[in-house]
């Protein structure tokens, strides 16, 4: 039986007034990208609290991407500062836990179409190369990926709840 | 120091002391006052580390304006300092007593708060709390994951860990959240349970190392704790309990206020 | 103000945990791990960390009730041991014995759990009696 390609779970927080125009325009134009990602719509990209990310990737996101306008141009005045802080702080985080790389944020105006397709194919391509997220694999306790190091106990059970 | 509390407590200028007392062979945090001054006697200092700065926050809360005074060190300043600018103690109320500074040639004589030592079963196990932030950045992404959800996935949710931290004061806590964790289960939804709580610890957690003593799992906790302050100093330069302004993950602009958590 | 710490042990399971009580002004406002507890050094469990809760609970029974009629009123222990003494004899009449178990419980003393058995074996006459702790 031939293994089905890996198609990665993206989920993507997009600003109202940049990021998400952004993909608007990219639709109108008919710009094709990847189609893995996700999208959910956020007032601004400082909404999305470290909390969303986590309920994500818990979920089986393999991979989160967060857009918002540029620095210096948020809707709200200083929403992307907020954003900033918490998205580098998130991504030390998970790198620490194993999950690194798997987090992405990335400035896109709403007329920047272009940026948009590219950066959407580039996280596709990378969390292709990444692989399924490892969460995933383990709560489907494949094989190869079971809990092996340090030694699990007999009754240690699947990983995700 | 025991003439010292004494002289303060008969003079008013301290309206409690919050200690240690031996009770059935355990030393127990107790409040000295004014009424019972024959029981300065019986104060100890080599006490494991309890959440001390927890019960002075109730009491402040319950009788606001009394002064209190609590035995600790610097990591009990440190406590104190998080919860003041959480608006939860009132700095002008609480002073620390640290005995090392009252007897300094004895300094040390104090036991300081020491996870023991893992023993051969728990070492085959892989069970072992001695492990620092370099041994686990030393392994590839996937033995990260496999090592962090093998330890994650021993958690019994007993909640020991925000209970006992001395900075965990909130009304609502996200742990408890329905849609966020799923409560009232069992089994523990892993890794967001423990990562959210880490989320949270950034600009709060003092490392004092109660969360690890408190975990019946032996969950390395504290080393969690300790990447997070760690990212937080490498990130905005603030260290927690030392600055006094509020840390840099809250919100620009205006003071945030929380509400006190209620006694039940 | 009044503020007392108290040391006691956890009254859930057979484990038996030390946790100190958290007094405030005469009422129970909370608990904590007893750090030198040989039983738990200072861990406890979900239950044990929110023993304080059942005490103020209002749900909490704090006398015998006794169903008449399908609705429970508020009896005596001596009317209530009463009931259920004959209601026992009743049943041990009519259908024997073994119709009877009787479980008994970690937190009770060796020698309680002793006069349980014998109760169960000498004055009801069946051999079924279990313990929580037998697990
Ligand atoms: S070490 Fe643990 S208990 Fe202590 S402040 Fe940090 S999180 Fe809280
Ligand atoms: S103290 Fe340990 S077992 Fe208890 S909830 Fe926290 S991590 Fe889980």
Redesign the interface.
């Known amino acids: 039986m031939k293994a089905e390609p890996f198609e990665p779970k993206i989920l993507a927080f997009f600003c109202n007034w940049c990021t998400y125009g952004a993909a608007d325009l990219a639709g109108v134009s008919r710009l094709q990208y990847p189609p893995n990602v996700r999208p959910i719509r956020v007032m601004c990209s400082a909404t999305v609290s470290p909390h969303h990310v986590l309920r994500a990737f818990q979920s089986g996101a393999d991979g989160v991407l967060v857009g918002g306008c540029h620095v210096g141009d948020c809707h709200y005045i200083y929403g992307n500062y907020m954003t900033i802080k918490r998205i580098r702080f998130l991504q030390e985080l998970l790198e620490f836990v194993g999950l690194g790389e798997r987090l992405h944020l990335e400035w896109i105006s709403s007329a920047e179409a272009q940026k948009f397709v590219q950066v959407v194919t580039e996280f596709t391509l990378k969390i292709k190369e990444l692989g399924p997220s490892p969460l995933t694999v383990l709560s489907k306790g494949l094989p190869a990926m079971a809990l092996s190091s340090p030694p699990p106990r007999e009754n240690a059970r699947a990983a995700v709840g | 120091m025991r003439e010292q509390i004494r002289s303060w407590l008969e003079s008013g200028e301290m309206d ?1 002391f919050l200690g240690f007392k031996e ?9 000295f006052s004014k009424a019972n001054l024959a029981e300065l006697e019986g104060l100890i200092v080599n006490a ?4 001390l700065e927890t ?1 002075v926050a ?2 402040l809360q ?2 606001p304006g ?1 002064k209190l005074g609590v035995l600790g060190d610097e990591t009990t300043r440190r406590a104190l300092n998080v919860l003041s600018i959480w608006n939860q103690v009132s700095p002008e109320s609480v002073r620390v007593i640290d005995p090392d500074q009252f007897a300094p040639e004895e300094k040390g004589a104090r036991k300081v708060f020491r996870v ?1 030592e893992p023993g051969p079963v728990k070492l ?3 069970i072992d709390n001695r492990l620092g ?1 370099d041994a ?2 030393a ?1 590839d ?10 330890e ?2 021993k958690c ?5 860990c925000r ?2 931290c001395p900075v965990c004061f909130c009304k609502e806590c ?1 742990l408890e959240h329905q849609d ?1 964790i ?1 409560t009232g ?1 069992v ?6 349970f423990h ?2 709580r ?2 949270h610890m ?1 600009g709060r957690c003092i490392d004092c190392g109660m969360c690890e ?4 799992a032996d969950i390395p906790l504290r080393l ?1 704790y300790r ?2 302050n760690s ?2 100093m ?3 330069d603030y260290e927690n309990g030392l600055s006094s302004d509020q840390p ?2 809250s ?3 205006e003071k945030v206020v929380l509400e006190l958590k209620p ?2 | 103000m009044e503020y007392k710490i108290i040391p006691s042990v956890c009254s859930y399971c057979g484990t038996g945990c030390g946790v100190l009580f958290k007094v405030m002004n005469g009422r129970l406002v909370g608990t904590l791990p007893n750090k030198t507890h040989p039983v738990n050094e200072g861990g406890l469990c979900i239950k044990g960390w929110n023993l304080h809760e059942y005490v103020n609970s209002f749900l909490r029974l704090t006398s015998p009730l006794v169903k008449v009629k399908g609705r429970f009123h508020k009896a005596t222990w001596d009317e209530a041991i009463q009931v259920a003494a004959d209601h026992f004899t009743s049943i041990v009449e009519k259908y024997g014995p073994d119709s009877v178990g009787v479980l008994v419980s970690a937190k009770m003393t060796n020698e309680e759990n002793f006069l349980a058995q014998k109760f169960a074996r000498a004055v009801i006459g069946t051999n079924n009696v279990d313990h929580c702790a037998r697990l």
């Not at chain 2, 494991?48 to 959440?51: A, C, E, T």
């Not at chain 2, 992404?141 to 093998?150: A, F, K, L, P, T």
């Open positions: 409690a009770v059935e062979g355990h030393p127990i945090p107790h409040l494991p580390r309890y959440p019960l109730e009491m319950s009788q009394m023991s085959e196990r892989g932030v686990i950045q392994l992404g996937d033995d990260r994951v496999r090592r962090w959800m093998y994650f996935q019994i949710k007993c909640y020991g209970n006992i996200s966020l799923s289960t089994l523990t939804e892993v890794p967001i990562l959210v880490a989320v950034a003593q408190a975990c019946p969690l990447k997070v990212i937080v490498e990130l905005f840099p993950l919100v620009l602009g006694i039940h």
